[in-house]
């Protein structure tokens, strides 16, 4: 299951379930969007029909490994819960469980956004959950547990997926880039995931976009002129104005933000950052460097600035 990443705990269980060929009619993957949910439910599909199965880890190779990977494996089928919500896609659910698996050990459904189905398919799928034919598993993801019927959790294996934390997305993009043999700046991968925010398919997407976009290397320069992401520079612009009581210098920093184009939300997310890191800093000074994950660097800055506002000034800003 390593190939998907972070979820260690949730890979642990699925590889001993997929080894010893304990496998559930039903599993419920939830939790926020881009965690890795579809990609596991992919990756214990063919860990189940792998051509080495029961294995903990699919070889990848095998004829079934590869038309799982290509979407054309004819014993896992992947549904849209909001494409498939009528009468006659319940039927059709209900009545694809009857088959046998055609060419491998188990018939696999994957359902994204599966709180979006109707109450006609959540019927089908429980009465097909109570009675479970032989080979057969239901993988559920959702961003939204809480609308699926109680019948329907209490029969399923729930899996709660959490936000990946800034060193393992870090780490994830890290290993893309050197597997892709691309230079870049270690801050620059950093700054990513924090834009990122614990989505490991929104990391992808923002490498993509400024490896597109930016030049041979991947620059913290080019990841904020891509992204339209606020420099440090800015922010410390933005503690002198609040240092001085400058309201003039702090209205021309908002109109340089917005004229920049840069990102509102991930701005203010940086900011009341940027305000947390310094109460720390004020309060257990270098210390609370290494807790905070700042760079010996941004320490230096941010140690700094702290001796140019009083602690309760920081905390009341």
Avoid at 79 to 89: H, L, P, V, W, Y
Avoid at 104 to 123: Q, T, V
Avoid at 176 to 182: H, R, T, V
């Amino acid at each position: 299951m390593g190939q998907a990443a972070g979820q260690e705990v949730i890979k642990a269980i699925l590889s001993r379930a997929a080894l010893e060929d304990h496998i559930a009619p039903a599993y419920l993957f939830s939790g926020t969007r881009g965690v890795g949910k579809t990609t596991l439910a992919r990756v214990f599909a063919k860990a189940l029909n792998c051509a080495t199965a029961p294995t903990a880890e699919p070889c990848n190779e095998c004829e079934s490994c590869r038309k799982i990977t290509a979407g054309m494996a004819v014993d896992v089928l992947e549904m849209d819960g909001a494409s498939n919500r009528g009468i006659e896609d319940a039927k059709r659910l209900r009545e694809g469980v009857n088959y046998a698996p055609m060419e491998g050990r188990y018939k696999i459904f994957i359902i994204d956004e599966a709180h979006m189905l109707s109450r006609d398919a959540f019927n089908a799928l429980l009465k097909t959950i109570e009675e479970p034919p032989p080979r057969v598993t239901f993988i559920m993801a959702t961003t939204e547990p809480h609308k699926f019927p109680p019948t329907i959790i209490s029969r399923c294996q729930h899996f709660v997926f959490k936000r990946l934390n800034n060193p393992e997305l870090e780490a994830h993009l890290t290993y893309i880039l050197n597997q892709e043999g691309a230079a870049f700046e270690p801050e620059a991968v950093s700054l990513i995931a924090k834009r990122a925010a614990g989505s490991v398919r929104d990391s992808m997407s923002l490498l993509g976009q400024v490896l597109a976009l930016g030049g041979e290397k991947l620059t913290v320069a080019s990841v904020r002129g891509t992204l339209g992401l606020a420099g440090e520079d800015l922010f410390l612009s933005l503690l002198k104005a609040v240092q001085h009581e400058d309201s003039l210098a702090a209205l021309k920093l908002t109109r340089t933000i917005l004229d920049q184009g840069v990102d509102m939300g991930f701005f203010l997310r940086e900011l009341s950052a940027m305000w947390r890191n310094l109460f720390m800093l004020r309060q257990a000074g270098a210390a609370a460097a290494k807790v905070l994950d700042l760079t010996p660097a941004e320490a230096e800055t941010w140690l700094a600035a702290t001796d140019k506002l009083a602690l309760t000034h920081i905390h009341a800003c």
